[in-house]
Each structure stands twice: as C-alpha cells, then as structure tokens.
C-alpha cells in the first residue's frame, strides 16, 4: 500500500505514507526548514505539544509531555478529554542523534512499534523519514486504522509550526 496524502490548503510538501512488507510503515514528507529546527520541534517539550495531536480531533489534548530526548532516556505523553480519565503513551530513546535521527521504543502494549525518525538535510530543507516496525502483521493493522491515520495532519502541522518558529 502506497498512499499519497496532499497537505490541506495544497501544501507544497505532500506526505506518502506507505506500508512496506507485512510490519512496517514508511512516511516521509519534506519540510522548508534545516534539520535542526525539525528536530527541535521534535525534542523540545513545548513546541512538541504544539504540533503532535491533531486539530481535527476534537476535544483530546496534550495534557502532559515529559521528552528526555537522548540515547536512554524517557517519554511520556498523556491525553485527556477533559475529565479524570487519560491516555498515556511512554517509552524510551534508543538512539539519538541530534539533528539526524531518533529511535524510540513504544512500550504501553505488547504490540508497540519502535519508530525511528532521520532529518535529512537537502540543502537547508528537511527529508523527514517516519518509519515504524511492529512485532506483528496485527498491531500494523491496527495501527494503520489509528494512530498512522493522524500522521499526514500532524505532518502538516508541524510543517504550519516550523514556518512560524524559524531558525
């Protein structure tokens, strides 16, 4: 499966998401900014809160975002609705590179993926690279009909926060 998904308001960096073989999903999309400021946007708990959930869902938010972006460090993100009952997603960083790639564990299920992300410089724009690795042909499927739906808006997002933070 090969999707390409057009950004809204007919972004110039569409986003291809992409399923490869029976485990993984590939997303890329290329953004107008250099590899570190991407990877900022990334690691930096206060402006990752302002791209990651999706508009479009309304009434979920960020309630808290702990990112200790390093090899061995931890993540937790947990969501509410407003009420006392929260979503938390949490893991830790495998491999960081700053400016270059995160690998990241994603430990709240038995089906977690581990997601890497690579910043590729393209002559002061960004290659971002997206790709998850499930333990199962299942937990990819599930994924696809969730979380993976979400990726191309919080792309566009992210790309909607990068043209208004800079370098």
């Known amino acids: 499966m090969t999707e390409q998904v057009d950004s809204a308001f007919g972004a110039q960096n569409p986003t291809s998401v992409e399923r490869r073989g029976d485990r993984e999903l ?15 946007a990334w690691g930096q708990p206060e402006l990752f ?7 479009t869902v ?3 938010s960020l309630v808290s975002c702990e990112l200790d972006v390093r090899t061995g460090g931890k993540y937790r ?3 509410g609705a407003g009420g006392s009952d929260t979503m938390a997603f949490y893991g830790k960083y495998l491999e960081v590179v700053p400016n270059e790639r995160i690998v990241w564990t994603n430990d709240e299920g ?3 993926a581990i997601t890497t992300v690579t910043f590729k410089d393209q ?7 997206f790709q998850e690795v499930y333990p199962s042909k299942e937990a990819l499927e599930e994924a ?4 993976a739906v979400a990726l191309p808006e919080q ?8 043209s208004s933070i800079g370098e």
């Open 58 to 60: 309304s009434g979920i």
């Open 26 to 40: 590939l997303v890329t999309r290329t953004f107008d900014a250099p590899p570190s400021t991407v990877y900022k």
């Open 144 to 147: 696809l009909q969730g979380s």
């Open 77 to 79: 993100l947990e969501f």
């Open 155 to 162: 792309l566009e997002q992210l790309d909607e926060l990068l």
């Open 49 to 55: 809160r302002r791209w990651w959930v999706p508009k």
């Open 110 to 112: 038995e089906e977690g």
């Open 123 to 129: 002559g002061g724009r960004t290659l971002l690279t």
